[in-house]
């Protein structure tokens, strides 16, 4: 293959998605984070949306998270991280979708301006994850014994989840016990755990801190 850099930020999940599915992989991949508050003019050049990842595949540059993933999975040899099965696939592009309105619902979350609309996040934040209690197996993984492009999703999604439980227990997989399952075999997988540097939980506790919401205000 041509040589892969990764275009990257330390915080953003969707970033996350595309280096666990490389990890995955076993893809070598340069990577170069940048700061999104003051985007160099190289990255805007390249970005349609200002937003990363990017991944340049020799002198093409990809953008979007999903588009990055389903590349890979197409282009890389080896174990495949999609079903075969067209159904099958369908459904794990929808489930790949759910994540990422489950992300939306955590940036929700983690800004709500006050108490009421903190709790209304935390309700959709459980509803949502009901849904995904009663889609899920007997693991470990959200397709059973393999590992795949939904995996690679969520385990982001979760990461958020063992900082906001330092601040309290807000709640959101009560009664949920395939999901913590789940959430536990992505946080031991080596591809999820080294998606991010090890200074991630204090770079995204000062993010927090930072937006000045009401979940900062139970921080101090």
């Not at 970033?15 to 990577?31: F, T, W, Y």
């Not at 006050?114 to 889609?135: G, N």
Request: aromatic share 12%.
């Amino acid at each position: 293959m041509l040589p892969l850099h990764l275009v990257s930020h330390h915080l953003c999940p969707y970033v996350q998605r595309a280096a666990i599915v490389l990890a995955e992989k076993g893809m070598p991949c340069e990577r170069t984070n940048i700061d999104l508050a003051n985007k160099p003019a190289w990255f805007t050049a390249i970005s349609p949306l200002g937003k990363v990842p990017l991944l340049k595949v020799g002198g093409e540059v990809l953008f979007e998270s999903v588009a990055i993933c389903e590349y890979l999975e197409e282009a890389i040899p080896g174990r495949r991280l999609h079903p075969v099965d067209p159904i099958l696939r369908a459904k794990h592009r929808g489930w790949i979708e759910f994540g990422s309105a489950i992300l939306n619902d955590i940036a929700g979350f983690y800004a709500a301006p006050d108490a009421r609309t903190f709790a209304a996040k935390r309700q959709a934040l459980h509803d949502k994850f009901a849904w995904v209690e009663r889609s899920l197996g007997n693991g470990p993984w959200f397709a059973g014994t393999d590992f795949s492009l939904v995996d690679a999703v969520f385990g982001p999604v979760f990461r958020y989840f063992d900082t906001f439980e330092m601040i309290a227990n807000f709640g959101v997989f009560e009664g949920m016990p395939k999901v913590l399952d789940w959430r536990a075999a992505l946080a031991a997988r080596p591809s999820v755990r080294e998606a991010v540097a090890p200074d991630y939980p204090e770079r995204l506790r000062a993010f927090l801190i930072a937006r000045n919401a009401h979940l900062s205000s139970r921080m101090a």
